[in-house]
């Protein structure tokens, strides 16, 4: 949902200084009716990545409540689920809204410490 970042990884081409793109709502809210116009009776489990995800907690808060409210207006027999890949690092506002939302989380890790922080500036 961004190219935002909130960490500086020397091998990535994204860091916590630069802008980066971000989805616009209008761009998300016309993938999330596509997805459910086409998904049949599958399940359905919307993924942010980016980027660092959780750099637009808004953004995010917004792709869960326009994905519910489809589901429960047009949609109410698809079994909605959300993931998220992050780096782990958020504040407690946005590590309860994953945890209220019962998202899947994926940590995106380097490795052991004396390489993974070999590669922080």
């Given at each position: 949902?961004?190219?935002?970042?909130?960490?500086?990884?020397?091998?990535?081409?994204?860091?916590?200084?630069?802008?980066?793109?971000?989805?616009?709502?209008?761009?998300?809210?016309?993938?999330?009716?596509?997805?459910?116009?086409?998904?049949?009776?599958?399940?359905?489990?919307?993924?942010?990545?980016?980027?660092?995800?959780?750099?637009?907690?808004?953004?995010?808060k917004?792709?869960?409540?326009?994905?519910?409210k489809?589901?429960?207006?047009?949609?109410?027999?698809?079994n909605?689920?959300?993931?998220?890949?992050?780096?782990?690092?958020?504040?407690?506002?946005?590590?309860?809204?994953?945890?209220?939302?019962?998202?899947?989380?994926?940590?995106?890790?380097?490795?052991?410490?004396?390489?993974?922080?070999?590669?922080?500036?």
């Amino acid at each position: 949902i961004t190219e935002r970042c909130n960490c500086c990884c020397r091998y990535c081409f994204l860091d916590a200084h630069s802008e980066g793109k971000t989805m616009s709502l209008s761009t998300m809210h016309q993938a999330i009716d596509y997805i459910f116009s086409n998904i049949g009776e599958r399940k359905l489990k919307i993924a942010a990545f980016g980027g660092e995800p959780t750099t637009d907690l808004v953004l995010l808060k917004e792709m869960v409540h326009y994905a519910k409210k489809i589901r429960d207006s047009k949609y109410p027999n698809i079994n909605l689920s959300f993931s998220i890949t992050t780096n782990g690092i958020m504040n407690d506002e946005t590590l309860n809204f994953l945890v209220d939302n019962k998202f899947s989380v994926t940590l995106s890790m380097d490795g052991m410490a004396n390489i993974q922080n070999y590669h922080r500036l």
